[in-house]
């Protein structure tokens, strides 16, 4: 079955880097799109970036433009974020996601992995 | 910075109707906005309930149906079961990117 999984999250301070991973595996990685999307403590959810299926297109929030990277590595099934310069507001649960809005029964997410900015 | 506007909550009766909205700030919400739902409950991860303005997947119980409505996206709930008590949000795309509404806390009550 489809899985996704995310690493990486920790705690980290005001200014510093991260880079989240996200493991796929159960579709064909290669033909399709994927998202991060967080989650602070608490609060809704917000789209964070979206990344075509070959790499060629990458979109980000406001929120997170010019600090954050969206890639993948279809040779390894795998996923990224890269955050620079990070904020205390950036803390939040990250999750993975295919999130095909145009399209049924392709929406899978993984469980989530917890960035916490402080200092 | 495009808001995506829902009501913060709302309470239904089991086995009553609701109907839950999402606005946008840029303007009425149309079919090329491609209004997603989701329902989020407690320590969960989200589910896609409706995808396309309208369409339900094939675990979308048939209760739950979307819509257009007044410039708006609509999520009505039929039928209220006390499972269906959860954070609801909205998902608009503006070709390219995205952005989830604030979300809706339906208390089943």
Same mark, same amino acid.
């Given at each position: 079955?489809?899985?996704?999984?995310?690493?990486?999250?920790?705690?980290?301070?005001?200014?510093?880097?991260?880079?989240?991973?996200?493991?796929?595996?159960? *579709?064909? *990685?290669? $033909?399709?799109?994927?998202?991060?999307?967080?989650?602070?403590?608490?609060?809704?959810?917000?789209?964070?970036?979206?990344?075509?299926? #070959?790499?060629?297109?990458?979109?980000?929030?406001?929120?997170?433009?010019?600090?954050?990277?969206? $890639?993948?590595?279809?040779?390894?099934?795998?996923?990224?974020?890269?955050?620079?310069?990070?904020?205390?507001? #950036?803390?939040?649960?990250?999750?993975?996601?295919?999130?095909?809005?145009?399209?049924?029964? *392709?929406?899978?997410?993984?469980?989530?992995?917890?960035?916490?900015? %402080?200092? | 910075?495009?808001?995506?506007?829902?009501?913060? =909550?709302?309470?239904? $009766? @089991?086995?009553?109707?609701?109907?839950?909205?999402?606005? $946008? =700030?840029?303007?009425?919400?149309?079919?090329?906005?491609? @209004?997603?739902? *989701?329902?989020?409950? @407690?320590?969960?991860?989200?589910? &896609?309930?409706?995808?396309?303005?309208?369409?339900?997947?094939?675990?979308? @119980?048939?209760?739950?149906?979307? %819509?257009?409505?007044?410039?708006? &996206? &609509?999520?009505?709930?039929?039928?209220?079961?006390?499972?269906?008590?959860?954070?609801?949000?909205?998902?608009?795309?503006?070709?390219?990117?995205?952005?989830?509404?604030?979300?809706?806390?339906?208390?089943?009550?």
């Amino acid at each position: 079955q489809v899985q996704l999984v995310e690493s990486g999250g920790g705690v980290v301070q005001p200014g510093k880097s991260l880079r989240l991973s996200c493991a796929v595996s159960g *579709f064909t *990685f290669n $033909s399709y799109g994927v998202h991060w999307v967080r989650q602070a403590p608490g609060k809704g959810l917000e789209w964070v970036a979206v990344i075509s299926y #070959d790499g060629s297109n990458k979109y980000y929030a406001d929120s997170v433009k010019g600090r954050f990277t969206i $890639s993948r590595d279809n040779s390894k099934n795998t996923l990224y974020l890269q955050m620079n310069s990070l904020r205390t507001e #950036d803390t939040a649960v990250y999750y993975c996601a295919t999130l095909d809005v145009f399209n049924a029964d *392709f929406d899978h997410w993984g469980q989530g992995t917890l960035v916490t900015v %402080s200092s | 910075q495009t808001v995506v506007t829902q009501e913060p =909550s709302l309470t239904v $009766s @089991p086995g009553g109707t609701v109907t839950l909205t999402c606005a $946008s =700030s840029t303007g009425a919400v149309t079919s090329g906005y491609y @209004p997603n739902w *989701f329902q989020q409950k @407690p320590g969960q991860a989200p589910r &896609a309930l409706i995808y396309g303005t309208n369409y339900k997947h094939s675990w979308t @119980p048939a209760r739950f149906s979307g %819509s257009l409505l007044g410039g708006k &996206a &609509a999520l009505t709930l039929s039928g209220v079961q006390p499972e269906d008590e959860a954070e609801y949000y909205c998902l608009l795309y503006y070709g390219g990117a995205y952005v989830f509404g604030t979300g809706t806390k339906v208390t089943v009550l």
